[in-house]
């Protein structure tokens, strides 16, 4: 049996080059767009996080029949930011607020649930506003506010408008980024 040299030789450098040329413009392309991607989930899970934190207050609030509050976390997180504070990047604080100033966490209070900062370039932000407050019926106590989220390198209508309204219900709306 003789083997054929014809058939067994492999790839050319040529051949190699065009591949490897055709793989560099490819991702070249997809790159960009898989980031994209990615940072659209992660302003759609942080959105997710914030209105599960709002349920969870205005149903607490209704089950237990006391106000439940729900808090920007202070730079140290261990406690609620200022009333004024805006940033709610490092993240909040669901908790009874039954007695003492609204909005702060005392010693009669119980913290139902915290969540961590958020992450990867996110910024959320409100109108002034550094807490939420659903009385027993569920509706809102505090001033309105609107949750700005979005990435930092925010593109197209990729800026999360969460707005609670009088009665307490959340509303989400996709919105051009500034």
Known sequence: MQSNAASSRGFTLLELMVGITVLGILLGLGVPAFNEIIRNNRVAAQTNELITALSLARSEASKRGMPVSICASNSTQNGCADDDEDNWGNGWFVFSDRTGVAGEIDDDDEVLQRWRAASGGLQLATNDIGFV????????L??????NLQHEQCSGENLRQISIVATGRANLAKVSCP
Request: hydrophobic share 50%.
């Open 133 to 140: 407050r659903f009385g027993p019926d569920g509706a809102l």
């Open 142 to 147: 505090s001033n309105a506010v609107v949750f």
